[in-house]
């Protein structure tokens, strides 16, 4: 069994933060699950252009609003506490919160704990990170 607090993993290496959003990674790969489970806020006012081209992933917004575009579609999607969004087709899209965004993430494949996002939206592929 796994038990982790949120305040722990918030003080710790498995705390990530890059430009516009900070995540907790209270799952990784090592842990043995076949995901990794993150607790990530995405800042108010930024607009983050993401492409998981090595990676499909749930959002659950547990806190805030905003939108999602998806950039395939042509479509755009509220974000509002209660909205799950996933990208099951490795979806192109942009977040743009309207205020601080608090969601429950998860990713598979999982993620080994120290990814930002590339030039091209995306985390690298595990076979990049041991290159």
Not at 41 to 70: C, P, R, S, W
């Amino acid at each position: 069994m796994i038990v982790r607090k949120l305040q722990d993993i918030r003080k710790s290496d498995r705390n990530v933060k890059s430009n516009g959003w900070e995540s907790a990674r209270l799952l990784l790969k090592d842990d043995g699950m076949g995901f990794s489970f993150h607790v990530t806020t995405m800042f108010a006012g930024e607009e983050l252009h993401m492409h998981y081209q090595n990676h499909l992933e749930a959002v659950l917004v547990l806190k805030g609003n905003g939108t999602i575009e998806d950039l395939g579609a042509g479509v755009t999607h509220e974000l509002a506490p209660g909205v799950m969004y996933a990208l099951n087709a490795h979806d192109k899209h942009i977040v743009r919160p309207e205020t601080d965004i608090l969601c429950a993430c998860v990713f598979n494949p999982p993620v080994t704990g120290r990814e930002v996002h590339d030039e091209n939206g995306a985390y690298p592929a595990e076979a990049a990170l041991t290159d």
